[in-house]
């Protein structure tokens, strides 16, 4: 993925409304890092962590972002991964104790939650990518299979949440991308 490094000066004691209208600027890109100094290693761009440079005083912020092309080609692509992951979960849980695979459900969830991050980034500038309730049941089903995996300990609960609740929001997901780029359908599922 090829990043492009932007400056945007926000002025002291300006707010998140000064930053949005700065954001026009990039128009084309979606902001995914954020910095206080030039140097400085980007932290994700979500409105929380702009407000806490805000709030420091920073008058200067250094921004990182995504061709919006690439943005939307690589959430395709963590989508499909998603759900072949989802499904190879699925058919392990067939065969194995949810207890026995608590790791790989582990993993599962913390790259759910990631893909939130990466998809708040973009839902901080543009209109939001998910309609509310549909991004809500997303992370919503992530929470129930990590109730489900390691409360519960079962199996069918697991797998009628990665096919019947994860699975159709990530497919909605898919099909709002392809809405907003007006692109053919993407992916492989």
């Known amino acids: 993925m090829n990043y492009q490094r932007f400056k945007l000066a926000v002025g002291e004691n300006s707010g998140w409304?000064?930053?949005?209208?700065?954001?026009?600027?990039?128009?084309?890109?979606?902001?995914?890092?954020?910095?206080?100094?030039?140097?400085?290693?980007?932290?994700?761009f979500l409105m929380e962590t702009?407000?806490?440079?805000?709030?420091?005083?920073?008058?200067?912020?250094?921004?990182?972002?995504?061709?919006?092309?690439?943005?939307?080609?690589l959430l395709s692509e963590q989508i499909d991964q998603f759900l072949d992951l989802g499904r190879e979960l699925r058919q392990r849980?067939?065969?194995?104790?949810a207890r026995q695979m608590q790791l790989e459900i582990q993993d599962y969830l913390n790259r759910v939650q990631n893909f939130r991050h990466f998809?708040?980034?973009?839902?901080?500038?543009?209109?939001?990518?998910?309609?509310?309730?549909?991004?809500?049941?997303?992370?919503?089903?992530?929470e129930q299979?990590?109730?489900?995996?390691?409360?519960?300990?079962?199996?069918?609960?697991?797998?009628?949440?990665l096919e019947y609740e994860l699975a159709p929001c990530l497919l909605e997901?898919?099909?709002?991308?392809e809405q907003r780029q007006g692109l053919p359908k993407l992916g492989k599922n």
């Open 17 to 44: 409304d000064a930053v949005r209208r700065g954001l026009a600027e990039f128009d084309g890109w979606i902001i995914v890092n954020v910095s206080g100094d030039e140097n400085d290693t980007g932290v994700l």
């Open 173 to 177: 997901l898919r099909k709002k991308i």
């Open 145 to 161: 299979l990590a109730v489900a995996a390691f409360a519960h300990e079962d199996n069918v609960r697991c797998m009628d949440h």
């Open 50 to 73: 702009v407000q806490e440079f805000l709030d420091s005083g920073k008058d200067t912020l250094w921004l990182e972002g995504v061709n919006r092309e690439e943005y939307y080609e």
């Open 119 to 142: 998809i708040c980034c973009h839902d901080c500038q543009q209109e939001a990518l998910l309609p509310a309730p549909v991004f809500k049941a997303l992370f919503d089903a992530a």
């Open 93 to 97: 849980l067939c065969l194995w104790r």
